[in-house]
């Protein structure tokens, strides 16, 4: 058998490279703008494509044998969704606010190493998010839930100091669904956490957070 040449395989990587940042422009000449509640597939479509998120918010669910909706996750901007390793799509997905989103092929992965890298970086992340995702739907309080979903909104959102905003563009339903509560237990939780001054909520889309030190003890955060 025929050794790998590798003076080849690195001018294959490096050319690769070269064109690496063209997958950005690529994404924004590809981009769709889609009004808030647009689906883009549903849970047993063929996956013939995935897609990034040039600006907006997308969120994925799945609908159990109980009807019931289970959400896997939020997606902003950067972010990639919609693969799938048998060539279905396991879950359905649909826009939360007015996004931009583009389509990609494997064929473009293959073509782009600067790709091949932010999706496998990507893929990492989303593997912690879902264990983290089945720590906090098994382990903790409805109190403790609703404190590490403000805690990991800040920290898609790169939010830093003591006090600062958090965008809250999905509805208190959604949330609920995502925590795997009822929407009245969210409401309470929010509710608490304003009476004690840990958070203010000035509107239905923005919640402030006033003291992140006691918002990460009430998660558990260490």
Not at 8 to 24: C, D, N, W
Not at 151 to 167: H, N, P, T, V, Y
Not at 200 to 207: E, H, I, K, Y
Request: proline share 1%; charged share 20%.
């Amino acid at each position: 058998m025929a050794g790998v040449n590798y003076d080849t395989a690195i001018k294959s990587i490096e050319a690769q490279s070269q064109t690496g940042q063209g997958y950005q422009n690529m994404c924004r000449a590809r981009g769709r703008i889609l009004p808030d509640k647009a689906n883009l597939y549903h849970q047993g479509d063929e996956a013939e494509v995935f897609f990034r998120v040039n600006s907006g918010v997308v969120m994925v669910y799945r609908l159990l044998e109980s009807s019931q909706r289970q959400i896997s996750g939020f997606y902003t901007k950067g972010d990639f969704f919609g693969l799938s390793s048998n060539g279905i799509h396991q879950d359905s997905a649909v826009t939360v606010t007015t996004s931009n989103i583009a389509a990609l092929s494997m064929s473009d992965v293959r073509e782009n190493i600067d790709l091949q890298r932010d999706l496998f970086a990507m893929t990492c992340s989303q593997l912690e998010e879902a264990q983290t995702l089945i720590t906090t739907l098994t382990k903790k309080t409805a109190s403790e839930k609703v404190a590490s979903f403000l805690l990991m909104l800040a920290d898609r959102q790169k939010r830093d100091g003591e006090s600062f905003d958090i965008r809250l563009p999905m509805s208190r339903l959604d949330i609920a669904d995502y925590l795997g509560l009822t929407i009245e237990t969210v409401s309470r939780r929010l509710t608490s956490l304003k009476s004690q001054g840990i958070i203010s909520l000035p509107n239905r889309d923005t919640a402030t957070v006033c003291k992140y030190g006691q918002l990460q003890s009430l998660a558990g955060v260490q």
